[in-house]
């Protein structure tokens, strides 16, 4: 029963990983940042662009003087090149530039541009990680692809894969180990163990684990970012603006109350005529787009700041479980438990397992693998790990115990020629006369 048990969470797991083949060294918050936004982002501005650049981005009214499709065509280029302004259609129209630049449209023609470039900082940090992670000493999405390609497998490929990525991360996790040797390199050591994040090196089994940290503040830095550009680049007033947008639409309240994306601008234009006789007109131009680019922004201002705020819990969890001691040691432990069984005699050698072996990094790597792979197959590395360490350790207390026994006698320690001449004189003095007794 308990083998088809097995059988069948190790079917579960098979499809589980089957069915994302994608392999990373994130967790499911870093993919939404760095895949899906930009993915979302890049095709809110390649429907921008389509608008914009194959269909009509704007029409304005034709007055008599502009009679004519080239007339008008020019102008309307003319408006869409130089800022519109929005003015309400009840309000008296004024002379006054200053009004009039205060309520100008800059975003309009820029919004493909701008969701691009949105969409790059949003993987920006990505590189980052992509930079830092190589400075562990191999590719930490091979270790993930090999786990998840075990995980899919037959018995005899999966034990052999698990087999040969234990042996892959013990030697990783060995030549990482810190130098014992100096005092500098002692003062480094006990540091790292106090406050890892102070030194993030190879040695001290935290730069994969402090990395990522980072990257993880980075990511909410760049969310708070998109929320800063996208509010001075629509001109809207405070942070909050999208839940000024979502109530406007759910109570109805139109863009012409609203002023917020209108449908409908105002473009002035100066001709000069035949004579040098300037005339200005003050035509009324629909955007069409800006009906689209209101539900896109509010979608968008919504994400993100849903993004931010999962972001920095998962920074909080990422950080509390891969620096707390106990968290390390019960996620291991459950592990261990699942394919193997720890006697009260080995507790202090699966302690220094955890704790100098395995330390930050190790463990990182192996919730990596778990979020990926699965716990099926994290179990059995964990397990193959722990075997091959205890081995070593058996071995090295096996061969503490007999080195006496394997050492030849200890010789008495060699005197010098003085102290074997003063030997010899000492032996060769008679020894004192008897004390004198007076004579009867």
């Known amino acids: 029963a308990a083998g088809m048990n097995f059988d069948f969470f190790l079917k579960v797991n098979q499809f589980r990983v089957s069915f994302g083949q994608y392999a990373a060294a994130e ?27 194959l269909f009509t981005p704007i029409q304005c009214w034709t007055l008599k003087e502009t009679e004519g499709s080239q007339r008008m065509e020019y102008i309307e280029n003319l408006c869409w090149i130089e800022n519109m302004y929005y003015w309400p259609m009840g309000e008296t129209m004024t002379q006054d530039s200053s009004k009039k630049k205060e309520r100008t449209i800059y975003y309009y023609q820029w919004i493909p541009f701008v969701l691009a470039l949105q969409a790059v900082l949003f993987y920006l940090p990505r590189i980052c990680w992509l930079f830092l992670s190589n400075r562990f000493g191999t590719s930490i999405m091979d270790i993930i692809r090999f786990s998840m390609s075990a995980a899919t497998v037959e018995q005899d490929k999966r034990q052999r894969l698990v087999g040969f990525l234990a042996a892959h991360l013990e030697k990783l996790l060995f030549h990482v180990q810190p130098y014992r040797r100096g005092r500098w390199q002692q003062v480094k050591n006990r540091c790292a163990q106090v406050l890892p994040c102070l030194v993030l090196t190879r040695r001290t089994g935290f730069v994969l684990v402090g990395s990522y940290l980072l990257v993880k503040l980075l990511y909410v830095k760049v969310a708070v970012l998109q929320l800063i550009i996208m509010e001075r680049f629509l001109g809207m007033n405070g942070t909050y603006w999208g839940f000024n947008l979502l109530d406007d639409l759910i109570r109805r309240r139109s863009w012409e109350r ?90 202090a050698v699966a302690k220094k397992f955890v704790n100098s072996f395995l330390r930050y990094d190790g463990i990182f790597l192996l919730r990596m693998i778990s979020h990926n792979a699965g716990d099926l197959i994290t179990a059995e590395i964990v397990r193959e790990i722990w075997l091959r360490y205890r081995s070593k350790k058996t071995d090295e207390m096996d061969l503490a115990c007999n080195l006496p026994a394997l050492l030849p006698p200890e010789r008495p320690p060699r005197s010098s020629s003085r102290q074997r001449h003063k030997h010899q004189q000492h032996q060769q003095q008679p020894p004192p006369p008897p004390p004198l007794q007076p004579q009867m």
């Not at 967790?27 to 662009?49: C, E, H, K, Q, R």
């Not at 994306?261 to 100066?270: E, G, M, N, S, Y």
């Not at 509390?320 to 394919?339: G, N, P, W």
Request: hydrophobic fraction near 45%; charged fraction near 15%; proline fraction near 3%.
């Open 258 to 347: 609203t002023g917020v994306f209108p449908r409908v601008t105002r473009c002035d234009l100066r001709f000069e005529n035949v004579g040098n006789v300037v005339n200005t007109y003050s035509l009324q131009c629909v955007l069409p787009n800006n009906m689209l680019n209101e539900k896109m922004y509010i979608f968008l201002w919504f994400w993100v700041w849903a993004l931010a705020v999962f972001t920095s819990f998962s920074f909080v969890s990422w950080a509390v479980t891969s620096t707390m001691r106990a968290s390390r040691r019960s996620f291991i432990k459950k592990y261990l438990k699942i394919m193997t069984s720890i006697h009260s005699e080995e507790k």
């Open 27 to 53: 967790d499911f918050i870093d993919v939404l940042n760095y895949m899906i936004t930009p993915t979302i982002l890049i095709f809110f501005a390649g429907i921008s662009a389509t608008k914009q650049y």
